[in-house]
């Protein structure tokens, strides 16, 4: 059995029975690298591993499936990974629930995954970063109910202590004091 990435990837590679490497047989490759090891590699690595070993490469299709991979592997701006405000938090939940719907969910997982790691190192100084930290937990147990969950979320007292009704114009949209109804509840309260 292969216990390497460049084994696995020739492993594949002999088991499609080509003679030329197409677009095709990099996906398949790719899903056996992700199924042995948790993670792809690039299109254009793998046909450098099989190069190596004397295959023949479909040169167009490989660079198109390279370059449409290398696109596919920046889902999201520095801007939309700010998580400095609730605002921000919820721009990226709302792109995130749209590339669920476009993008393979394994890849998406990953990207979603490492997030979610920067997130909870941050999660102890950040109120948003602990709450988007939390979301992406959620969503990375069960992307199909998430959306859900989170309109369930934000109707919680905990959440509106935090960050405000959403969405609100007079929402608490940083990680910085109470919004002007939390001040109006307080002085009713004295």
């Known amino acids: 059995m292969?216990?390497?990435?460049?084994?696995?990837?020739?492993?594949?590679?002999?088991?499609t029975a080509k003679d030329v490497v197409g677009?095709?047989?990099?996906?398949?490759?790719?899903?056996?690298?992700?199924?042995?090891?948790?993670?792809?590699?690039?299109?254009a690595s793998i046909a450098r591993v099989l190069a190596d070993?004397?295959?023949?490469?479909?040169?167009?299709?490989?660079?198109?499936?390279?370059?449409?991979?290398?696109?596919?592997?920046?889902?999201f701006t520095p801007d939309e990974l700010g998580f400095d405000t609730i605002d921000s938090a919820n721009t990226f939940i709302d792109k995130l629930e749209q590339l669920r719907q476009t993008h393979d969910l394994q890849s998406l997982r990953q990207s979603v995954l490492q997030i979610k790691r920067e997130l909870d190192l941050l999660a102890n100084r950040r109120a948003v970063a602990r709450e988007a930290a939390h979301w992406?937990?959620?969503?990375?147990?069960?992307?199909?109910?998430?959306?859900?969950?989170?309109?369930?979320?934000?109707?919680?007292?905990?959440?509106?202590?935090l960050f405000g009704t959403f969405p609100s114009s007079q929402a608490n949209t940083s990680d910085h004091g109470l919004t002007p109804?939390?001040?109006?509840?307080?002085?009713?309260q004295r």
Not at 5 to 15: G, N, S, T
Not at 23 to 43: K, M, V
Not at 181 to 188: N, P, Q, S
């Open 2 to 15: 292969a216990t390497t990435k460049d084994e696995v990837i020739i492993e594949a590679w002999e088991k």
């Open 23 to 43: 677009a095709s047989d990099l996906t398949l490759i790719q899903d056996a690298l992700r199924e042995r090891f948790g993670s792809e590699s690039s299109p």
């Open 53 to 75: 070993h004397g295959a023949r490469l479909g040169h167009p299709e490989i660079l198109h499936a390279d370059s449409r991979w290398r696109e596919q592997q920046h889902l």
């Open 136 to 161: 992406l937990t959620v969503w990375l147990q069960n992307p199909q109910i998430f959306a859900e969950w989170l309109d369930l979320r934000r109707s919680t007292a905990e959440f509106q202590e």
């Open 181 to 188: 109804a939390h001040e109006t509840d307080e002085r009713h």
